[in-house]
């Protein structure tokens, strides 16, 4: 018998199977074996090796392809529309949960806060002025809405911004290409106004006040939306106060 193992191990390979796990020692064949070497039993032995596999999470696998430093935010963006879910505790996430509230389409509700937060971030906009937006122009969150003015779609734009402003779409009643042409424009208003509440009124078209009764009283209407989402410092709510400040 110990002549017959060693013959094994000096032809090259062996292998042994233990709990499941099969170890291949190969190449021995290539060193020089003693003579007057042997084997016992209790080397040939290896513990079994339980392996215990859970589905992992979205959140797990971001963090697999993208590391700590990895562009998580804009990936996280995206993510409804690859998954039909989003990352816990991400603020699309967030943002989604409250929008449940106004349609029974979760996965409409997904991806209009992915579009919102993946837009604010590029326009440097955050997301609770954004939600506060988006339900004044649109409080059932229905993509196909149209004003008695003509506006069209969730944020409400009317049909000659459609592909003047970058967007990958010029389809208004498309989710991603209307919140993309909203944000936008809203964007552009802040930038030429000379503060929050003018930048509104110029959003929905009340530029002097006059031109839509009680206009005056749309930027308020965004302030009370905002508010019961987030609010920043001393409960001020502004262009950039983060949708994560929740209260």
Same mark, same amino acid.
């Given at each position: 018998?110990?002549m017959?193992?060693?013959?094994?191990?000096?032809?090259?390979t062996?292998?042994?199977?233990?709990?499941?796990?099969?170890?291949?020692h190969?190449?021995? %064949?290539?060193?020089?074996?003693?003579?007057n070497?042997?084997?016992?039993?209790?080397?040939?032995?290896?513990?079994?090796?339980v392996?215990?596999?859970?589905?992992?999470?979205?959140?797990?696998?971001l963090?697999?392809?993208?590391g700590?430093?990895?562009?998580?935010?804009?990936? %996280?963006?995206?993510?409804a529309?690859?998954?039909?879910?989003?990352?816990?505790?991400?603020e699309?996430a967030?943002?989604?949960?409250?929008?449940?509230?106004?349609?029974?389409?979760?996965?409409?509700?997904?991806?209009?806060?992915?579009a919102?937060?993946?837009?604010?971030?590029?326009?440097?906009?955050?997301?609770?002025?954004?939600?506060?937006?988006?339900?004044?122009?649109?409080?059932?969150?229905?993509?196909?809405?149209t004003s008695?003015?003509?506006?069209?779609?969730?944020?409400?734009v009317?049909?000659?911004?459609?592909?003047?402003?970058?967007?990958?779409?010029s389809?208004?009643?498309?989710?991603?290409?209307?919140?993309?042409?909203?944000?936008?424009?809203?964007?552009?208003?802040?930038?030429?106004?000379r503060?929050?509440?003018a930048?509104l009124q110029?959003?929905? !078209?009340?530029?002097? !006040?006059?031109?839509?009764?009680?206009?005056?009283?749309?930027?308020?209407?965004?302030?009370?939306?905002?508010?019961?989402?987030?609010?920043?410092?001393?409960?001020?709510?502004t262009?950039t106060?983060?949708?994560?400040?929740?209260?």
């Open positions: 018998m110990r017959k193992l060693r013959s094994i191990v000096i032809a090259g062996f292998s042994v199977v233990a709990g499941g796990m099969v170890v291949v190969a190449g021995i %064949a290539s060193r020089p074996v003693a003579t070497q042997s084997l016992s039993a209790a080397e040939l032995r290896f513990p079994a090796v392996v215990v596999a859970s589905r992992p999470t979205i959140s797990e696998i963090d697999l392809i993208l700590s430093g990895g562009d998580r935010p804009a990936v %996280a963006a995206n993510a529309s690859i998954t039909g879910s989003l990352p816990e505790g991400s699309e967030r943002i989604a949960l409250l929008l449940r509230k106004r349609t029974p389409d979760a996965g409409r509700a997904n991806r209009v806060a992915a919102l937060v993946r837009e604010g971030r590029r326009a440097n906009i955050g997301g609770t002025l954004l939600v506060g937006v988006l339900l004044t122009e649109n409080p059932d969150l229905e993509p196909r809405a008695s003015v003509g506006a069209r779609g969730l944020m409400q009317m049909p000659f911004h459609a592909g003047n402003w970058g967007c990958s779409s389809d208004l009643f498309g989710i991603d290409a209307n919140i993309c042409h909203g944000v936008r424009i809203l964007a552009d208003n802040l930038k030429h106004s503060n929050l509440p930048a110029r959003y929905n !078209g009340c530029v002097r !006040g006059t031109n839509t009764p009680d206009c005056y009283l749309y930027a308020g209407k965004v302030y009370r939306y905002a508010r019961r989402t987030a609010v920043g410092l001393e409960g001020k709510v262009a106060t983060p949708f994560a400040s929740l209260n």
